[in-house]
């Protein structure tokens, strides 16, 4: 191990401020059960720190906080560029904080330093974002309908509530609440139980620099607690919630009852379409940087990589000296490429996959398995590649972890096809130098999202969703985002 990061003192100090508390109405609220549970980093096995699980009457009260925050508080009424200016300081303050954020998500996600800082970036540029843009919506439109006078005008919501997932604690979160918050309303965030930390430190930051108590609230604890009663929550007026498609479900379901509208962003089991004309090495290279980028836990990964038949071999190899170069360690050691994955149940999935995989028929270019990182007790894994027929289980099932099944085609047809049979639609690529067929494939890849010769790509701007298992009810990033969050309604009087 060459040397590891030092914890910074402010870190060890919010970690020791354990048992940490959720913020309520502006105020610190432990579970009114009493009872917390830990968060542990993936790395080490260490606990770093304990927190409330709260109940479905806390949330009850989370809710009221938000939606008093929101009557109330002059938050919703607030010209925008007044509401702009407390949000450009939040934006401020966590761009300031961001060695501490970084060093809290990168312990808490088990992700390598640099990225979980490039996490916190993209918060802030994600906040400033929908900020300046929220100063040039148009809330008042007038409409030419004969006979009378009539106009559209544009309101925020109320209480919205956020589920995330913990594989991009504090990006998603800048994701999700940025354009809420920008329109007007009040948030109550649930974090998933395994990377909590973040998201309690950013409701404390943003108390601290004067946000409004009950603007931005976060609840802790369970999925089927607290998640459950935030979702069955009549008082929400909306909801995004960003998991799986198994509790993406569920909580459809929950808001479908209430008529709340559901933002649903959910897995994915992405192709790579790399044609005959690539250079090999170089698009090799970017597969692998992409599966093995937090530890293929990423929801837009390219899992399916379908090669043209006449380069198979040969990319087959490039990908698994590559993938066997990549050095795994613990994700604050500097020398690490892929850190752990996220607990030990996510370990487990990820071997159970590859061997599934391999009792179904499938090739072991690069068999994988549990990784050990001398001095350390936590959750690793090496990167692996099978190959064969999509038919496997490995190639249909979301597996969330470095993992990558390749096949070859042997024309156009058969490769949109093979990418598209598939339940999933969130991301795809298409890799050549051809670009009239790049974009014809891009265009007829079934999925909220092509990419050319590159994965994961995300300019804000460009709007950010899934179809089919993969989501529902509009995605994230873009102007359409930000519109989301505001509902219209017409006003009309006879001339
Ligand atoms: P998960 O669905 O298990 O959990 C997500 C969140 O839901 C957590 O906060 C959890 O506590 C909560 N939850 C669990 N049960 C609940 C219930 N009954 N009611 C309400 N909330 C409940 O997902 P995960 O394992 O945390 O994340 C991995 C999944 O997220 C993968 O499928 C991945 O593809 C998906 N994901 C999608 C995107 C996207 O943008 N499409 C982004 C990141 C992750």
Redesign the pocket.
């Known amino acids: 191990m060459s040397s590891p990061v030092a914890l910074l003192p402010e870190v060890e100090k919010f970690l020791a401020s354990s048992p940490l508390k959720s913020v309520v109405g502006g105020k610190d609220v432990a579970g009114s059960a009493g009872e917390t549970m830990e968060s542990i980093d993936p790395g080490s096995g260490r606990v770093l720190a304990e927190f409330a699980v709260l109940t479905s009457e806390d949330i009850d009260r989370a809710v009221g906080a938000a939606t008093h925050a929101f009557t109330k508080s002059a938050w919703a009424k607030m010209p925008t560029n007044e509401r702009g200016a407390l949000l450009h300081r939040l934006a401020d303050a966590v761009e300031k904080h961001k060695p501490i954020i970084g060093q809290i998500e990168a312990l808490d996600a088990g992700k390598i330093l640099a990225q979980a800082q490039g996490d916190v970036q993209n918060f802030v540029d994600t906040l400033r974002y929908f900020t300046d843009m929220a100063q040039h919506v148009q809330h008042r439109t007038t409409l030419a309908v004969s006979g009378h006078d009539a106009w559209t005008v544009r309101h925020a919501w109320g209480p919205c509530g956020f ?6 604690p504090f990006l ?1 979160l800048g994701w999700g609440i940025s354009p809420a918050l920008a329109a007007g309303n009040t948030v109550v965030i ?5 990377t909590p930390l973040s998201a309690l430190y950013l409701a404390r930051l943003a108390r601290e620099i004067g946000i409004p108590d009950g603007v931005i609230n976060v609840v802790t604890g ?3 607690g ?3 009663a ?2 069955k929550h009549p008082g929400l007026r909306r909801m995004s ?8 479900r ?2 459809g379901q ?1 808001c479908g009852h209430n008529l709340v509208p559901a933002k649903l ?4 089991k992405g192709a790579a379409v790399v044609f005959e004309d690539v250079d090999i090495p170089g698009t090799a290279q970017k597969l692998v940087n992409a599966i093995t980028f937090h530890t293929g ?4 990964d390219a899992t399916r990589w379908l090669v043209h038949k006449s380069i198979y071999r040969d990319f087959v190899d490039e990908c698994k000296a590559r993938m066997r170069a990549v050095h795994v360690g613990h994700q604050l050691d500097q020398a690490s490429g892929m850190g752990p994955v996220v607990n030990a149940k996510q370990r487990d999935r990820v071997l159970s996959y590859l061997k599934k995989g391999q009792e179904q028929g499938a090739e072991a270019v690069l068999a994988g398995g549990p990784a050990d990182v001398p001095g350390q007790k936590g959750f690793y894994v090496k990167p692996a590649l099978l190959a064969g027929s999509l038919d496997n289980v490995a190639a249909r099932e ?1 597996i ?1 972890g470095p993992v990558a099944f390749l096949t070859s085609f042997g024309d156009e047809d058969e490769a949109v096809a093979m990418a598209n049979d598939t339940e999933y639609g ?1 991301a795809n690529s298409v890799w050549t130098q051809d670009l009239a067929r790049a974009a014809r494939v891009a265009e007829s890849l079934v999925a909220g999202n092509s990419w050319i010769n590159a994965h994961n790509l995300f300019p804000r701007g460009v709007p ?3 179809v089919k298992k ?2 529902m009810g509009g995605g ?1 990033l873009s102007i359409e985002t930000l519109l989301d969050y505001y509902r219209t309604q017409s006003v009309v009087r006879p001339l």
């Open positions: 589920i995330f997932p913990w594989n991009f998603l649930k974090p998933a139980e395994d369970t999925g089927s607290a998640g459950a935030l979702s919630f960003t998991g799986s498609p198994e509790v993406g569920l909580v929950a962003e959910l897995g994915g836990q990423v929801c837009c979301e969330f969130l950010y969703g899934g993969s989501g994230v």
